[in-house]
């Protein structure tokens, strides 16, 4: 590679289209058009003298060249990325930006009453919110902080744990008013796919051979499905309370139980502005699972 005439730039451009195999999937990740994709990658490859793709009608694949390259672009990448980490792990500033990763549900029902006090308490903190249930790189600077669910969060990371969500099986009124068998495997259930496994993990063992009659891989449109009353649903208890249009039919065992984590890299946890939101966060949001009060287990 002749280093003096790539830049970082145009690397990233090269690694978005090895990754995702297309020019739209890079445009998409990047933020960036489909023409800016197309001439960067032209551009690259005029100034390496080689080309670094295929260009075939399932996508674009990496040549022999393309290989060898992407190996050496993925070092650079993790030597920015740390010397990204060093230097903002260094900032003692109370002001730029926060970005923080939450699924739909915490984004929309549990951050925003926080982040609204946040906001006044430091005005000079802008915050960003990555919502969705793919898992953001903290080490590559996608996010700052991942606010995230499970009990066994990755050892690469540093964090706080702040609670345990509470889950239980809500309905709409008007369904648990037609569907009143105290036997729930006789009713029509409202389950998440395969990428929650903490979850219909227990309910298989809870209720052996009972099918979901309808899935999503969204706890959010799991719980609007709960309440346009097609079924039961397994709910966080902390996100249903709040819905005056569901009602708690049955609490569930502890292995429905999960652990909410704030957690950051280890390079940033000193950075003045990461640590305001997580110090602001963890008792906060501690403070709304407490309020979810627990019933007898089933």
């Not at 403070?287 to 979810?292: A, D, G, P, R, Y």
């Amino acid at each position: 590679m002749n280093a003096q005439l790539a830049n970082w730039d145009d690397l990233r451009v090269f690694l978005a289209v090895a990754r995702t195999g297309s020019l739209s999937g890079a445009a998409r990740s990047l933020g960036v058009n489909h023409s800016t994709v197309f001439r960067r990658i032209a551009g690259l490859e005029e100034m390496l003298g080689v080309r670094l793709f295929e260009r075939m009608p399932t996508g674009y694949v990496l040549t022999p060249a393309g290989v060898e390259t992407l190996g050496i672009v993925e070092r650079i990448e993790e030597n920015v990325a740390t010397l990204d980490r060093t230097v903002t792990g260094q900032d003692l500033r109370l002001s730029g930006t926060v970005r923080i990763t939450a699924t739909d549900m915490l984004a929309l029902w549990l951050l925003p009453a926080h982040l609204e006090k946040f906001r006044a308490a430091y005005p000079r903190i802008e915050v960003g919110i990555a919502v969705g249930n793919q898992t953001l790189d903290l080490s590559r600077r996608e996010t700052d902080i991942a606010l995230r669910i499970g009990n066994t969060p990755p050892e690469t990371l540093v964090g706080r744990r702040v609670g345990q969500l509470r889950f239980a099986v809500y309905g709409a009124p008007e369904y648990c008013a037609t569907h009143t068998d105290p036997d729930l495997a006789t009713h029509s259930w409202i389950g998440l796919d395969g990428g929650h496994a903490a979850l219909t993990r227990p309910f298989a063992q809870l209720l052996p051979g009972v099918r979901p009659a309808i899935r999503s891989n969204s706890v959010a449109c799991t719980v609007q499905l709960a309440k346009a009353g097609l079924g039961l649903a397994v709910l966080p208890c902390v996100i249903a309370e709040q819905k005056p249009d569901l009602i708690r039919v049955a609490e569930l065992p502890d292995t429905f139980a999960l652990d909410l984590w704030l957690l950051t890299h280890e390079d940033l946890r000193h950075t003045a502005r990461i640590r305001a939101v997580l110090d602001f966060l963890t008792p906060a949001l501690a403070e709304s699972l407490k309020k979810c009060t627990k019933g007898p287990e089933i």
